[in-house]
């Protein structure tokens, strides 16, 4: 497989000289394609920060960030957000949908943005169909009219996840995912995540949950800025072929 992120002594400095915060301190790391990913650590570990710098939603003060083999370190944010754009679906705690929009329409917004590439010259029943395409992907074809209102938080957390594959991204970048949701829900979404990944797609899910952690391959523990271990989960929740978990 080929490294999708690397990152080497990346670092997210505030302030200067003794009043200088490190939220991110020498950050080495590589995730290859194809990965399922967790990042986990408490409040003001730097996990949320790590977040944002692969998320290409911040510049780090210094180090390398590579993204699909792009330098996108230096990056001007407009840059960043072609970027993002291009490579990167986000899922977040809160689903951040529109209230009064079907979920056909919710899924298609981002298409309305597309910069470049071939998303970008889609008509607009071109639109339509891709999007109804990633709504059947997380089964909800059967919800497309739907607003929000009409459906459960883990329905509502599977639209936002067929927003984010919309654009055909590189990789998901979830972030407390599940926060939102109860139990029975989280694992929904769990399952659901996972099985994109068994399909190719790289995730990297950011989360303070073990239960969750326990779904990706690799977990990444961040503590005052630096990670201070990395494990594999010899064992990871997985689903057979019918969905289920085994």
Do not use: W
Not at 2 to 28: C, F, M, P
Not at 149 to 167: K, T
């Amino acid at each position: 497989m080929s490294v999708l992120i690397h990152t080497e002594n990346l670092v997210k400095a505030y302030g200067s000289g003794v009043q200088e915060v490190r939220a991110l301190d020498g950050v080495s790391l590589d995730i290859e394609a194809g990965d399922f990913v967790a990042i986990i650590g408490a409040s003001g570990s730097g996990k949320s920060t790590f977040m944002n710098m692969i998320g290409c939603l911040d510049q780090p003060t210094s180090g390398i960030y590579e993204l699909a083999g792009e330098n996108v370190s230096h990056l001007s944010m407009d840059q960043l957000a072609t970027v993002r754009n291009r490579r990167i679906g986000f899922v977040f705690q809160q689903f951040n949908l529109l209230a009064r929009t079907s979920a056909l329409n919710n899924v298609m917004m981002p298409l309305l943005y597309a910069r470049e590439g071939p998303l970008s010259q889609l008509t607009k029943a071109e639109q339509l169909s891709h999007a109804k395409l990633r709504l059947e992907q997380v089964g909800l074809g059967d919800r497309l009219t739907h607003t929000p209102g009409e459906l459960s938080g883990g329905q509502q957390q599977r639209v936002a996840i067929a927003r984010a594959l919309v654009n055909d991204p590189a990789l998901i970048l979830a972030d407390e995912p599940t926060g939102a949701l109860d139990s029975k829900m989280t694992i929904e979404i769990m399952h659901l995540l996972t099985k994109l990944n068994q399909e190719g797609m790289t995730v990297i899910v950011v989360t303070h949950e073990p239960d969750v952690a326990a779904f990706a391959k690799r977990v990444v523990v961040f503590k005052d800025g630096k990670i201070v271990e990395i494990k594999n989960n010899l064992i990871p929740a997985v689903l057979d072929s019918s969905g289920a978990s085994i």
